[in-house]
């Protein structure tokens, strides 16, 4: 065997340059004749990396890139013959020692310094048998444990300048590190990532309810059921209630399901009473209604239940109300009692309030002209056959057959000369004589133009839940006659009077229904009434009566009109003597003319407020007293006044001052 070798003089030599020191020499030549592979033994002391690297390269036959930071003194003892290949494992672990490392690309190695290696990218396809000490990555999958959990376990196994991270998606670990540690973690991930017999398991019941017995073995803990003691195994494990079917659900190791199974074996044994009953306190919800609804669910309910109990399908629940403290007595199954309380949970729940706001808006304006002429003349001698002449009107004031009668003391014989003379209002103008031979005359002249106007504004408000029906009436209750009696005849020996009172004002029914897109269908129900104008013709009071039935939808805050009226009434009566009365300007005298008119507007406005929050009624509380407020100080004349009083605190009405005078 032929052999080289690097002799380096420790004292003599220790000068020279590098290339004399490692420069190797055949030591036999009848070794290289025979073919067998050749071995460099190395000795350095003090010598220059760089030199190293131009040695191993020669050696090797591997081109070297080496990084200007690569700089040092290196030395190396060895007496035991080595090959290409030991040589090259030589070279990584004294660069290892300094710091420094080798990544192999396709053309050529590069040098450099460890903390930037693992951001360059190797080629190890060069090597037959990659070296020990070769910096690398690899990907190591694990099979049966997570991935995450072994990073903190290995991280302090890992270079400083090497990498170790987990994949969770993929459950594998990236390590960058050198081979022989590479070896070394993948023999420990081996031991740590062993099959357990953690499975799951479902387990029926036939008498206790699943969600009583989760609770029980929540309480004593996985740790104590698996016996481990907080190991991770046991912290692992877990019961699941599956409430649709009365089942257990167990996760864990065969250790730990076994004896849940055991302890649930024991716990599932029917109760001492059949049934278990409850109180369940209502916060919202009526009692009453909420107990027939549940009474109206009980037999579909237990009719479903039915099939997962132990005792042949036989169900008995009941439900019952208590309304002095509002509350559900129930008493069914465990499982009919789970999905009875569910129900009264989703039900039990503030219900959300309307502010219902309307507007009656109503305006009327009449007018009249009254305008007439009346004369008369006659002979009153004695002789019958006198003529008379003249006019007499109704339509406008008094008639003028009344007047003279009144004038000439009662001599016309008319029933209406015998009652005193009541004048109507307006211009009357009259006069009238009779001369000594008889002859009696008069006129009667009278004028009246009438006008009224008014502006009514009614604005009532009221605050109902959702889909509750609710009234609100402001007016007055008048009696009506319906019957009298005024003689003592036939058989009657008292007489009286029948009455009937009403209601006679303002009335507002509504019903809201809120949607989930918070629109309000309102069932509205509106009527305003007032007395009118007797009539001469009536036999009691007339009333007049505006109402409205309607049902609208109305979004939130949102202002409609619900209906309304436009009225228009023009009324001409004329009397007039045929023929004189048709004659321009003199016809006046011969008629009398009455003209009427009336106009009404009555709208309706109406607008919902949903209050769904805790406090919005008590805001809505506070701007009504506000307005309160604004309205008595606008009756006593002092809006505008410099001296106004302090508004007091709402909360003063309860203490029996809620509006001061004003003064």
Known sequence: MQRLFFAFALALLASMPLMAQDNPQPADEAAAETGSPETWTVNLKDADIRALVDQVSDITGYSFVVDPRVKGKVTVVSETPMNKQEVYDLFLSVLHVHGFTAIPGEESIKVIQQSDAKQTAEDITRFMDVPSEQLMTRVIHVENVSAMQL???????????????????????????????????????????????????VVQLEEAYVGDMVELLQELGPDQLSGRGGSDDGSSASVVADERSNRLILRGTSTFREKVRELVEKLDTPSTSRGTTKVIRLSHADATKLSEMLSGLMGDITEGESGGQGNGGQTDASVYANKGLNALVVRAEPQVMSEIESIVNQLDVRRAQVLIEAAIVEISNEAGQDLGVQWGAGDESGNSTAPVAGTNFNNVGVSLNAVLGQILGGSTGSSEGSSNLGLGAGLSIGAGDRDSSGITWGVLIQALSTSSKANLLSTPSIITLDNEESEIIVGQNVPFRTGQSTSTGDGLQNPFTTIERKDIGLTLNVKPSISADDVVKLAVEQTTEDIGQSLDSAADLITEKREIKTTVLADDEETIVLGGLINEDYRVSKSKVPLLGDIPLLGALFRSETKTRQKRNLIVFLRPTILREEGEADQVARTQFKRLWRVNLGMNGDEQGEDQPQRPAMEEMFRGNPLPPVE
Do not use: F, W
């Not at 400083?160 to 390590?175: D, E, M, Q």
């Not at 022989?180 to 031991?191: K, S, T, V």
């Open 151 to 201: 990073v903190p376990i290995l991280r302090p196994m890992v270079a400083s300048y090497g990498h170790l991270a987990g994949v969770s998606a993929a459950n594998a670990l990236i390590i960058s590190d050198h081979k022989a540690n590479i070896e070394r973690m993948q023999g420990l991930i081996d031991d740590l990532d062993k099959p357990t017999d953690s499975e799951v398991e």
